[in-house]
């Protein structure tokens, strides 16, 4: 039986401007009448003539909302002309996971439901986003394509008809209007794990894992958050790589992520901090609610900072098969981040990059063959195997460079500052604070930073000081297509290296989130405690942005 197109009449919302991730709101927005159907009717708009007859990938985090989105994007793709659909089951495909398949199918690209590290459930978070054909975020030029659709939507098309059980592995074909249209039903975990089984030695690493080369175990305490990763931390670190049941927990994803904040930092993640502490396990690890991002500890929760993370990764790159095959090309960090990998990029003779925040301004450059390992001081890192950050990449990467310099991960980072020098870093968010004042203070501290002035300029905290070298409103030019993106962050460096950085975020679905990056550079004094070496650096951030006096805030939500 033929099944027939709707096209169904609607107005405009107001508000649907897709942030570095996508269009994040509350559940209680996207379940408005018509609210999800007309952003997706726009995302599939956006892509042109080039949506006929084409393969797109749907799938998210399991969080609230999430099944019900993905069978609506069948019925709103179906009508617009999609000749195949891959489905994860149940709608869950993590977002490392969309960008492989992706690539290993040749797709239009996908449409991922996660509002990432955000809180679920009823009351919380949801988010959708659009990733392109080389398997990353969707670039500006095409967002803003997006939010110029929905500000002139009148109406959506959908098949009303069509009944879909995502909930069964298999393949279905419709007919629509006289022409096929297929949905596949595919397994969350299988594509991934064979991509994972490419890049990384399995054999090696299940004999270290299992102490069969070592002649100890690897303790690990792999923590999926009740986010998407639990079924892939189950077949990867369990069936493939040999852990014991109790090296994992969390792993059953649900809609409001048990309660948890699936943020994997020291003040989410802190059931993992607490029982690594203790020193029965050798790594500790934690993913957020969509899989992209991750949290590094070794023995008695000793902190690897995102930034450090990458660059010691960025050191030990031939411990990993995939770059012995393919090579080693540049580095990149988001403009935050510390500048840790620099230093190793500068020894190395590689290319480093600083880009602005959001990790489709990677794609270009690892797309050109001039970037293969990038981080975010947000607890991203990934390489070119996909166009995503990925969260359980980076721990398999972890685990290698355990096997290969047979080193704890305290020593791996002591080694590493002992040659490179350390970049003490801390992130402040002070989260859902009023906007208007917010702006102002941003204003304010551009005005006072880019005066001529301001250059050369000391200033002293705790008998430390701090010459500034450069100060601006950070633009990028990107090397590739010649895009450029302005006002992206107020950054201060000061002579030695060390920085500060100030933005408002834009991932968050209510208020303003300010963050304040303080990265403090030392060549001698590695072993400091980080809150103590931080101190006279923040002091200083706090006098030159007036951030209390603005936000009435004397203390951050969250420390990082």
Known sequence: MSLSVETVATKPYDGQKPGTSGLRKKVKVFTQANYTENFVQCILDANGAALAGSTLVVGGDGRYYC????????????????????????????????????????????????????????????????????????????TNNIYQLTTGIKDYKLVRGL???????????????????????????????????????????????????????????????NGVTGSYVREIFLNRLGASETAVVHTTPLPDFGGLHPDPNLTYAKDLVDTVAKGDYDIGAAFDGDGDRNMIIGSKAFFVTPSDSLAVIAHYLEAIPYFQKNGVQGFARSMPTASAVDLVGKKLGKEVFEVPTGWKYFGNLMDDGRLCLCGEESFGTGSNHIREKDGIWAVLAWISVMQHTGKSIEDILKLHWSVYGRNYFTRYDYEECDLEPCNEMMATMEKNVTAAEFVGKSYTSSGKSYKVKQADNFSYTDPVDKSVATKQGLRIVFDDGSRIVMRLSGTGSSGATVRLYIDSYEKENVLGQASVMLKPLIDIALEISQLPKFTGRNAPTVIT
């Not at 179906?78 to 996971?97: D, M, R, Y």
């Not at 040749?106 to 459930?121: C, D, F, Q, W």
């Open 67 to 142: 099944k019900e989105a993905a069978e609506l994007i069948v019925r709103i793709s179906a009508a617009n002309g999609v000749a195949k659909l891959l489905v994860g089951q149940n709608g869950i495909l993590s977002t490392p996971a969309v960008s492989s398949l992706i690539r290993h199918n040749k797709a239009l690209g996908g449409i991922v439901l996660t509002a990432s590290h955000n809180p679920g459930g009823p009351e919380n978070d949801f988010g959708i986003k659009f990733n392109c054909e080389n398997g990353g975020p969707a670039p500006d030029a095409f």
């Open 163 to 225: 009944q879909i059980d995502i909930s069964k592995v298999g393949v279905t074909t419709y007919d629509v209007a006289g022409k096929p249209f297929v949905v596949e039903v595919i397994d969350s975990v299988a594509n991934y794990v064979r991509h994972m089984e490419e890049i990384f030695d399995f054999a090696k690493l299940r004999d270290f894992v299992s102490g069969k080369s070592t002649g100890k175990p690897l303790k690990m305490r792999i923590d999926a958050m």
